[in-house]
């Protein structure tokens, strides 16, 4: 696959389509909940030539464990120099938007032009076992409006007399479940999209070209500045030249079912699949 992909993208980069990147993107649970073990996974990813290093935002995980996001990405602007960082996706209905856009700024002064938002409804577990409003609607709600607050804060700007300062710019990635009847939600203030597809009964599946070319109709052009695709949401060999030709401008690799940290780092080690 790594030679298909190698001459496919030189091939593309030709044209119009633009290239696309591709980003490690481990949980933040589980063996990963080790600061440490991220920190030393996102060097080597930025040694072998990755483009990014992302990392999840849950708390209800099976193994018990858990690392705060925003604390162990801190960490990763620190020990790198030129990937993009950040966390996808941030459930915001459950976080403060406001607390959410200073911890972004933040983390935007210490990694300056690398660090993306992402943000999106979130799993009702990790509501509901707080006590939290775990409906889609209210945490649809809170989502629309949290992210209205921190693209004001994220531009430089106050509210109710309130400004963190200038920082530079954060784009903003918008999860959600395709196919839909309803926009994406957040999608106003969104710079970039991180779609998956799922149906009831059948549960994750590949996204599409097709299905990529509907999610880009659907919605502002603004909104697709990036495209961000999950590689576990698609098949073992995919055409990564046709994703990339249907605007994916990111493609994230995670760790597999079952695979072990040390695997993982292996798989890293090897550099992405140009």
């Known amino acids: 696959m790594r030679e298909l992909n190698r001459v496919g993208v030189a091939a593309t980069r030709a044209g119009s389509v633009a290239r696309m990147r591709f980003a490690v993107y481990p949980p933040n649970f589980g063996e990963y909940a080790d600061p440490a073990l991220v920190v030393d996974l996102a060097r080597r990813a930025e040694a072998a030539g990755w483009d990014g290093f992302f990392l999840w935002d849950h708390l209800v995980n099976r193994s018990g464990r858990v690392a705060d996001p925003w604390t162990t990405l801190g960490a990763v602007a620190l020990a790198t120099e030129h990937v993009t960082i950040g966390p996808l996706i941030v459930p915001l209905a459950r976080r403060r938007p406001h607390n959410v856009a200073l911890a972004a700024l933040t983390l935007s002064r210490l990694a300056p032009g690398r660090v993306v938002l992402g943000a999106g409804l ?24 949290g992210l209205a607050v921190a693209r004001a804060y994220l531009g430089g700007g106050s509210r109710n007399g309130v400004a963190f300062g200038d920082a530079p710019h954060v784009p903003i990635w918008v999860g959600g479940i395709w196919p839909r009847r309803q926009p994406f939600h957040g999608v106003a203030h969104a710079d ?12 994750f599946s590949a996204l599409s070209a097709d299905d990529l070319a509907e999610i880009r109709a659907s919605v502002p052009v603004a909104a697709t500045r990036d495209l961000v695709l999950w590689n576990a949401m698609t098949p073992d060999e995919p055409d990564v030249v046709a994703y990339e030709q249907a ?28």
């Open 192 to 203: 970039g999209l991180f779609p998956l597809r799922y149906e009831a009964g059948k549960g």
């Open 122 to 145: 979130g799993t009702p577990p990790d509501f509901s076992r707080f006590g939290e409003p775990d409906d889609w609607r209210t945490r649809a709600a809170r989502l629309e409006d």
């Open 247 to 274: 605007g994916v401008t990111w493609w994230l690799v995670a760790p597999r079912a079952g695979e072990s940290a040390e695997a993982f780092a292996r798989m890293v080690d090897a550099g992405p699949p140009r």
